[in-house]
């Protein structure tokens, strides 16, 4: 009828303001309408809901328990400790048994239970008086049930898993600790360090053991587990609190056994492969170095030098040693080496971790024995050969020289002219001495000379690195024959008796430097005589000079004239 009045257009103001005095007062002094069942206002709702009660599950949660006029009779929170209990077996008054049901976790609840589904006409104590109203303020933290196990939820998967976590592997890995609600208790980020250890036998919580089986190096997932998996009752005693169930976000980082070996895959292998690496040889190799999962340590390229050591020898740690071994020159593998064929359980401090698989891609430049000589491969040698060089001859050949990896170093036909040496005069580096013997003009050849042979450890400057074996290409142009060894001027005619005599053209009795020197000239000039070819026909002279000037006053007498067959002491005169 009122609202009828209220509503009608008819009834003066005064009135209207009349009667909504009335309905006011008497809202006021109406006794409370009682409670038939519990009612629940809920004050917060998270966006997802991890899981919701069900009867028969075990929850964690905080309380404060008033009167309806707002006086406080009891909370968790003061005690510090969350209350927990099984829901639905009658270890709560009935209303909040009722109350828990369908609660998500984190979510928050002001529930009001009536008497008959409290503490009824009986009370509790001096707490609670009989027949009262109760109103609790719930915020629920953790639910879980005695059925249940390790559940994973695995968010990341890597495009390449070529090997999953098996009982007694070891692994290193990070992880985010947090209870259910999203608390953080524990987190190896923080740390700055992985947490490693072996999987499946025991060293880690039965909870995280079954977690992680079957995850792959860079696999992120995240493994909740019952305390009956984690802590149990009485928690860690410091951040984890009794029968809490435990959340971790994982990322697996590394993972071997102690029975592994290397794994060795070949990215490359050339066509042709005619020598492979064997104990005892000397390597120069790049590499890149990783850790298992990416993450990059090292590489010889940024340091634009090669790796430079001996294999099979204990020179590098025993994981390379080994991965070294039977490999080709240009070829390019990838070693994966478990921490105990490599830096073991301490790493090397800020780059490698501890207990860390090393992942090296190398690529072989060159390697030779120190016991290599020049290799020599004829190419191509012309059907007729008259004379073939040995020491002493005076040789012209053009060469295209490079690295074993085809990094070219230099070419005589770049600069449009032969390179010309003198055999056995420690003209060129010892292999290519030995390459160019018993050659015939026209011939060609492929020479491999180890470092030992060419320029050994130190190299040449920014052309030839190192330990580097050298690769020529030559072609023998022309050659003169030289003298015989120990010779540096000989007769072609009969040497004339009076040879000491037509030397000394002023006829004082004795030779001085220019008349010796304008002699063997005319000697030469006339054919007559030759000088060793390839060297400064001056100098030799001189040098002859010198021999035959046996008190070094600047000129020869005829005692101290002597023919080099005269002579009981082998050396470079007349």
């Not at 008259?386 to 990896?405: C, I, P």
């Not at 002023?506 to 000697?523: A, G, L, N």
Request: aromatic letters at 10%.
């Amino acid at each position: 009828a009122i609202r009828g009045a209220q509503n009608s257009h008819s009834i003066p103001k005064g009135i209207m303001l009349y009667l909504s005095v009335l309905v006011a007062f008497a809202a006021c002094n109406a006794p409370p309408v009682p409670l038939d069942d519990i009612f629940i206002e809920k004050t917060f709702v998270p966006e997802q809901c991890v899981r919701a009660v069900k009867v028969g599950d075990y929850v964690r949660y905080h309380y404060i328990g008033t009167f309806p006029d707002g006086k406080k009779f009891d909370s968790s929170y003061d005690r510090g400790s969350t209350y927990n209990v099984f829901v639905g077996k009658k270890q709560l008054i009935e209303g909040m048994d009722k109350a828990l049901v369908g609660m998500c976790v984190n979510e928050r609840s002001l529930v009001k239970i009536p008497p008959h589904l409290a503490y009824g006409k009986r009370g509790y104590g001096d707490i609670i008086p009989a027949d009262s109203i109760l109103h609790f303020d719930v915020l629920l933290l953790d639910v879980w049930n005695p059925e249940d196990g390790v559940q994973i939820k695995t968010y990341h998967t890597p495009s390449i898993c070529s090997r999953k976590v098996e009982v007694s592997d070891y692994i290193r890995y990070h992880y985010n600790g947090t209870l259910l609600d999203g608390t953080l208790f524990d987190s190896s980020h923080t740390r700055m360090r992985t947490y490693d250890t072996y999987v499946g036998i025991g060293w880690l919580i039965a909870g995280m053991d079954q977690g992680l089986l079957g995850m792959c190096v860079g696999e992120r997932r995240i493994i909740t587990m019952p305390p009956s998996l984690g802590y149990g009752e009485n928690g860690d005693g410091s951040d984890i609190p009794g029968q809490a169930s435990l959340v971790f976000d994982v990322i697996l980082l590394d993972l071997h056994n102690p029975r592994d070996g290397i794994a060795v895959t070949n990215q490359m292998v050339p066509e042709s492969c005619t020598r492979k690496s064997v104990s005892g040889d000397f390597v120069r190799y790049h590499y890149n170095g990783s850790l298992l999962d990416g993450t990059f340590f090292d590489s010889s390229y940024s340091r634009n030098r090669t790796y430079d050591t001996y294999v099979g020898k204990g020179y590098v740690i025993a994981g390379m040693d080994e991965g070294l071994i039977g490999v080709c020159v240009g070829e390019k593998r990838t070693i994966t080496i478990p921490p105990h064929l490599g830096y073991g359980e301490e790493g090397t401090g800020s780059k490698i971790p501890g207990s860390a698989v090393l992942v090296f891609d190398i690529h072989i430049i060159d390697f030779h024995n120190p016991s290599d000589s020049t290799e020599i491969t004829v190419s191509y040698k012309p059907e007729e050969c008259e004379r073939q060089t040995k020491k002493g001859d005076f040789v012209k050949y053009h060469y295209n020289a490079s690295l074993m990896d085809g990094t070219s170093i230099d070419s005589t036909y770049n600069y449009g002219k032969t390179y010309n040496i003198v055999l056995g005069a420690n003209q060129v580096v010892p292999g290519m001495e030995d390459g160019l013997m018993e050659m015939c003009v026209g011939e060609k050849r492929h020479l491999v000379i180890p470092p030992h042979l060419g320029y050994g450890e130190r190299g040449v400057t920014d052309e030839v690195p190192g330990s580097a074996v050298l690769v020529f290409d030559v072609e023998l142009v022309d050659m003169e024959e030289g003298l015989p060894e120990g010779y540096m001027f000989i007769w072609n005619d009969d040497v004339s008796p009076d040879l000491f005599a037509e030397m000394d053209k002023d006829k004082d009795e004795q030779v001085e430097p220019s008349e010796f020197t304008d002699y063997i000239m005319r000697q030469v000039n006339e054919g007559k005589g030759r000088l060793a070819p390839g060297f400064d026909p001056y100098r030799i002279i001189d040098n002859m000079f010198s021999n035959q000037d046996r008190n070094g006053d600047g000129k020869i007498t005829e005692a101290e004239f002597k023919l080099k067959a005269d002579e009981s002491a082998a050396h470079d005169e007349l």
